[in-house]
T-cell receptor, first 112, second 113 residues
C-alpha cells in the first residue's frame, strides 16, 4: 500500500532564507507525485507535480522539487522564502488509481 | 482561472441530521472527488466519481455517505445521519484527466453538534 511521510511537522525559517520540506513515499509501482499548498482558511492549491521525465520539477511561486527514485523522495525546495509563503504544505502520491494519498503536512512559518 | 466552487463555506448541523454539501466542478472536467480533513489531521480520500458512477471509495465512505451529479453541473455529497466525528473540512475536486492533478475547491467546514 502507498504511504507518504512528511518528516517535519513544522519548519520555522527567516525571510529570504532557503528552505527544504521533506517528503518520502512508499509504493510498489510507479507513482505520480504532487505538492499542494494550503493557505489559512483556504483550499488546496497545486504547487507542482511529477508525472514522468525530468526529475527536477519547477512549480509556481518559485518552488521546485526533485524526484529521487532510489531514495523514494520528493523534497520541496525554495532558494529564498517570503513571508507570504507561510502556509501548510502537503505532499501527495498517486499510483495506478486516481486517488491521492496525502502526507500529514508541514507547516512552514516564515519570520521577518 | 477556472475554479471549483463549494457551498456552503460553513455548515453547522445537529447530530443525526442529513446534510448535503454542494460543489460545482470545472465545466470540462470529467473526474470528480471528495476528500475530507479532520482538524489537525491529514487530507483523506473519500470517493471518486466518473461517468456517472463511483469509481473508487475509501473505508470512510460507508452507507451513510452518497454522491450524486444531479444536473450535469453540480456534484453533491450527502451524509444521511451525521455523527460528531463527521465534523471536518470537506473538499471537492475535479480533474480533466484523472490522476495527473486536480483542482480543489476551497472547502466546506462541517460542524456536527
Amino acid at each position: 500500500a502507498q504511504s507518504v511521510t512528511q518528516l517535519d511537522s513544522q519548519v520555522p525559517v527567516f525571510e529570504e532564507a532557503p528552505v527544504e520540506l521533506r517528503c518520502n513515499y512508499s509504493s510498489s509501482v510507479s507513482v505520480y507525485l504532487f505538492w499542494y499548498v494550503q493557505y489559512p482558511n483556504q483550499g488546496l492549491q497545486l504547487l507542482l507535480k511529477y508525472l514522468s521525465g525530468s526529475t527536477l520539477v519547477k512549480g509556481i511561486n518559485g518552488f521546485e522539487a526533485e524526484f529521487n527514485k532510489s531514495q523514494t523522495s520528493f523534497h520541496l525546495r525554495k532558494p529564498s522564502v517570503h513571508i507570504s509563503d507561510t502556509a501548510e504544505y502537503f505532499c501527495a502520491v498517486s499510483d495506478n488509481t486516481d486517488k491521492l494519498i496525502f502526507g500529514t503536512g508541514t507547516r512552514l512559518q516564515v519570520f521577518p | 482561472e477556472p475554479e471549483v466552487t463549494q457551498t456552503p463555506s460553513h455548515q453547522v448541523t445537529q447530530m443525526g441530521q442529513e446534510v448535503i454539501l454542494r460543489c460545482v466542478p470545472i465545466s470540462n472536467h470529467l473526474y470528480f472527488y471528495w476528500y475530507r480533513q479532520i482538524l489537525g489531521q491529514k487530507v483523506e480520500f473519500l470517493v471518486s466519481f466518473y461517468n456517472n458512477e463511483i469509481s473508487e471509495k475509501s473505508e470512510i465512505f460507508d452507507d451513510q455517505f452518497s454522491v450524486e451529479r444531479p444536473d450535469g453541473s453540480n456534484f453533491t455529497l450527502k451524509i444521511r445521519s451525521t455523527k460528531l466525528e463527521d465534523s471536518a473540512m470537506y473538499f471537492c475536486a475535479s480533474s480533466a484527466q484523472g490522476r495527473d492533478g486536480y483542482t480543489f475547491g476551497s472547502g466546506t467546514r462541517l460542524t456536527v453538534v
